[in-house]
Structure formats: structure tokens, C-alpha cells
């Protein structure tokens, strides 16, 4: 048995990503049921229900209380993710797992994933940057933000840290990859402690909000062969990418489309993913466009409008938004 695992809590619009989420496996996934158990902590259950009505799903209430006592010492909200996935592991020892965020859809058939994972490697979304390039990367940042970076190269700088049973220095090359996926194969439960503490070692030394993630980057190398995702699950975590997202599912995650039979709703969802997938990059290319205006960064905004319109050359909207950038550029 594997175990799909997701964390959805607070409001409809990540419970509908999160339904979406689950479905696109299932619209790609070929084998029984029962081979999988998907498993959503959650504050309302009830709103999942009808949408997986007919999908092995195991719901495990989150509420208030139990999200902030994972949160840890230093009040890190990203922290509930391991706490979730510790949890996980003990209810099902000796069993593989797979988290996603809520804020994705799987694209592929993920049958070759999870057979790697049965084997023995370990996943995450993709690479990001090396912890020196993060530097520049937050730079444009709010103040809060950008500092966190250069915080951590100098915790990382000035102490060693205990992971697999020994003392170990971390340095500035080495690669902060993305936890919106996260594949756990059954050996990888003994790691989590490690993870928790680098965690909290992170958090408390920098204040940077990656560090969950960053821990999980560097914890997971040291013991597994670990590979990226990105060919399987698309991750929308951009603000306007969430937006789009957001305007497709209202219109198809209806009442009514919760009534239908599961191979209908597994049908529609598998229709849909194309331009879920299109309507993201399209997002992209839009607030790439309009963010290097806003710095007068003419030529990167230029080549940008230049994409977006070629994807999609009648779009009113975003046409009125250059203008108004322009105008206050």
C-alpha cells in the first residue's frame, strides 16, 4: 500500500485545489483503488465528501489546536507539513508516501513515480537554487524576506548541525529544492526527526519561511537518491497562477459535478487539465510581464508581452493592465 497524503485547511478555495489534486491522479492513475490510500488532513471533511465520493480517502481532522501545537517552538506554520507526514508514517509503518501541495495537478501517469519510490528514491517538485543564488533570487523581496537568505549562510557558516548520527556542515552550493512534492519511501520515516530538528534549527537561526523545505533538500540527499517530479505534477504556487486556478475550479467544482458518476467527474477533470496547465503558464508569462515593467526592466518585459500574446493574443484584461504599468512605469 502507498499513501497519497495532502494538508487542506481554512478555506474553499484551497479545499476545491486540493479535490482537484486528488482526482488528476486518480484521471491518470490505472490501476485498482485499492491500491492507493489517499489520505487529507483537514478542518472540514465534509466539504470533500461528494467531490471523492467513491475514492479510497481516509480524512484525518486538523483543527486549530492541532495545526499550532505542530507548529513547534518557534511558531513556524510550514513545520505542520512534516508533523502531518510524521504522523502518516506512524499510522502506516513500512509504507511509502507521497504528499503534494494543494496547489497542484498531476499531468502524467504517475505509475513510473511511484514504482521509483517503492524502489527506494526519494522525490521532490524540482530544484530551485543553490543557497548562495537564493541571495539574489529574495533580494526584490520585502526587507523580512530578503533577509533570510544571507541569515542562513551565516548560521550555516559558523555551526555544524546533527544529521544521520553525526555532526555535518552545510555550505552555500548546495541545491534549496521545492516541497510541493515530497516522496517518501518507507525507509525515509527515519529521517523525519532529522528534518524537524534542522527545521527549527533553520527557522530560529534565519526567519527564513523555506526552511521546512530546505531541511527536507538537504536531509533527504545524504540517505536516498532523490529526483524531481516536475514531469508528473504540475505546481501552481505563483500568486497569479492561484488566481486562475482558482476561477477554473469555482466553475467546475459545482454541486452538480459532484453528483456525477466518479468515472464521469475523473473524465471531465482529465479534459480539463490541459488547459489548467495553459491557463498557469499564461498566468506566468502575465505577472513576469507586468513585475518587469513595474522595475523598467523594458527588454525581459518586452520578450514576456511578446509570449503571452503569441499564447493568447486577445486578452482584454491584461491589456488594460500594460497599460496602466506603462503609465506608472
Given amino acids: 500500500m502507498q499513501h497519497l497524503v495532502l494538508l487542506s485547511y481554512g478555506r474553499e478555495s484551497e479545499y476545491r485545489r486540493a479535490i482537484f489534486a486528488v482526482l488528476s491522479f486518480w484521471a491518470y492513475y490505472p490501476a485498482a483503488h485499492e491500491t492507493i490510500n489517499t489520505v487529507v488532513f483537514t478542518d472540514c471533511p465534509a466539504f470533500f465528501q461528494p467531490y471523492l465520493a467513491g475514492l479510497p480517502v481516509e480524512y484525518v481532522p486538523l483543527d486549530a489546536d492541532r495545526r499550532r501545537a505542530m507548529h513547534g517552538p518557534h511558531d513556524y506554520v510550514h513545520r505542520v507539513k512534516i508533523g502531518i507526514l510524521d504522523e502518516v508514517t506512524h499510522r502506516y509503518p513500512g509504507q511509502d508516501v507521497l504528499y503534494v501541495d494543494t496547489d497542484t495537478?498531476?499531468?502524467?501517469?504517475?505509475?513510473?513515480?511511484?514504482?521509483?519510490?517503492?524502489?527506494?528514491?526519494?522525490?521532490?517538485?524540482?530544484?530551485?537554487?543553490?543557497?548562495?543564488?537564493?541571495?539574489?533570487?529574495?533580494?526584490?523581496?520585502?526587507?523580512?524576506?530578503?533577509?533570510?537568505?544571507?541569515?542562513?549562510?551565516a548560521l550555516l557558516a559558523r555551526r555544524t548541525f546533527r544529521v544521520l548520527g553525526r555532526e555535518r556542515r552545510f555550505s552555500g552550493a548546495q541545491l534549496g529544492w521545492n516541497s510541493g512534492v515530497l516522496g517518501l519511501p518507507a525507509v525515509a520515516a527515519g529521517l523525519l526527526p532529522d528534518v524537524f530538528r534542522l527545521t527549527d534549527d533553520f527557522f530560529a537561526g534565519s526567519g527564513w519561511f523555506t526552511s521546512e523545505q530546505l531541511a527536507f533538500s538537504l536531509v533527504l540527499p545524504l540517505a536516498l537518491p532523490l529526483r524531481r517530479s516536475d514531469e508528473y505534477v504540475y505546481h501552481y504556487w505563483q500568486p497569479g497562477q492561484k488566481k486562475a486556478m482558482d476561477t477554473l475550479l469555482n466553475r467546475q467544482l459545482t454541486p452538480v459535478f459532484s453528483r456525477r458518476p466518479l468515472a464521469a467527474r475523473l473524465a471531465a477533470v482529465r479534459a480539463r487539465l490541459a488547459r489548467c496547465r495553459r491557463?498557469?503558464?499564461?498566468?506566468?508569462?502575465?505577472?513576469?510581464?507586468?513585475?518587469?515593467?513595474?522595475?523598467?526592466?523594458?527588454?525581459?518585459?518586452?520578450?514576456?508581452?511578446?509570449?503571452?500574446?503569441?499564447?493568447?493574443?486577445?486578452q482584454v484584461r491584461f491589456a488594460r493592465q500594460l497599460v496602466r504599468a506603462l503609465l506608472t512605469a
Wanted: some cysteine; charged content about 15%.
Fill in 105 to 153: 495537478f498531476f499531468g502524467a501517469d504517475p505509475a513510473p513515480l511511484l514504482a521509483r519510490l517503492a524502489a527506494g528514491t526519494a522525490f521532490m517538485h524540482q530544484p530551485e537554487y543553490s543557497l548562495t543564488e537564493a541571495v539574489g533570487v529574495f533580494a526584490a523581496y520585502e526587507p523580512a524576506v530578503a533577509a533570510g537568505p544571507p541569515r542562513l549562510l
Fill in 279 to 314: 491557463q498557469c503558464e499564461l498566468a506566468t508569462l502575465h505577472e513576469g510581464a507586468l513585475y518587469a515593467l513595474g522595475k523598467r526592466r523594458w527588454l525581459p518585459a518586452t520578450k514576456l508581452v511578446v509570449k503571452a500574446l503569441l499564447c493568447k493574443p486577445f
